[in-house]
């Protein structure tokens, strides 16, 4: 992982390619819960494909990969009808610029 030393084992294939990702946020802040975050937003073609992929697998994790790199793990829950992943909550704000870094190779 990009900030975090732990093992998951991908898929060689990508479920989701990078044309299938809509867009990426620059670093936001929330006052409200007063963490900073990044919204990874995903094209309808790649919600029908994480609800394909969650029928056939219910519980599976998916990671968010960029050159080799795992950026974030996020699940997908029954009827995922939300169209983008929130990344950061819980990453101090060092790490997610280093996150945001490598996210601006798929789209800047």
Known sequence: MVIDQAKLCISKKP?????QIDFITPIRYDPVFEWY???????????????KT???????????????DIICVFAVQEDFAVKSVRIGQDAPLKHLQIIRERLSKIKP
């Open 37 to 51: 975050y990044i919204d990874v937003g995903f094209s309808p073609t790649a919600m029908v494909t994480l609800n």
């Open 54 to 68: 969650y029928t056939s697998l219910p519980n599976t994790k998916f990671a968010l990969v960029v050159d080799n």
């Open 15 to 19: 479920i989701i390619t990078v044309d």
